[in-house]
């Protein structure tokens, strides 16, 4: 997510807006992996093009805005190698079971394309979607998933030794 930030026209972001962005961006940070103060400043500034460097404070209240809303964020320490940590949050969704159903048909697709990178990048987008599902749904869409990739790995296994034994009487008869 980049962001380019105006300055001195009437079509340049207020400084609500562009506050509102800052602690979106740094939500989404702390949602990937732990971040220290330096980290964030970093990430900001290369996110939001001019943007300048902030103060501790300003990440200070920008943190502490996410506590309100409810995320359960650690407090930089020596423990934690001075990072902030999202704990938990409250923004979580539940998936019906014919929502669940539908992943499971999308990922079992995707899997007999044999593309391997738009696997790996379906999976990572799972498990973002993992993230933010309430217990219970993250319990069915795990489980759902693991049924799923059971079955192409017993599918995978059959094809691979029925190739196999295909391969085997060739030689066979070859000799």
């Known amino acids: 997510m980049n962001f380019r930030e ?14 509102a962005y800052r602690i979106i961006s740094i939500f989404n940070m702390l949602m990937e992996e732990p971040y220290t103060e330096k980290e964030i ?27 309100v809303l ?15 940590e999202i704990k938990s949050h ?13 992943l499971v048909k999308i990922r079992k697709y995707i899997s007999g394309l044999n ?6 990048n379906v999976d990572r ?15 069915k869409l795990t489980q759902a998933l693991k049924d799923c990739l059971r079955d192409l790995e017993t599918t995978y296994e059959s ?3 029925g190739m196999l034994e295909k391969y085997c009487k060739k030689s066979v008869l070859c000799l």
């Open 6 to 19: 105006d300055t001195g026209d009437s079509k340049s972001l207020d400084n609500i807006s562009l506050t």
């Open 115 to 120: 593309d391997w990178k738009l696997i790996v």
């Open 70 to 84: 409810g995320c359960k964020i650690t407090r930089p320490s020596k423990s934690n190698n001075f990072k902030y």
């Open 159 to 161: 094809q691979l030794v």
């Open 41 to 67: 400043n970093e990430q900001l500034q290369h996110d939001i093009a001019g943007a300048r460097s902030l103060s501790q404070d300003t990440i200070a209240i920008y943190i502490n805005t996410l506590r």
């Open 125 to 139: 987008l799972y498990d973002t979607i993992n993230q933010i599902l309430n217990s219970e749904s993250r319990k």
């Open 90 to 102: 409250p923004f979580n969704i539940e998936l019906d079971d014919n929502e669940i159903n539908l």
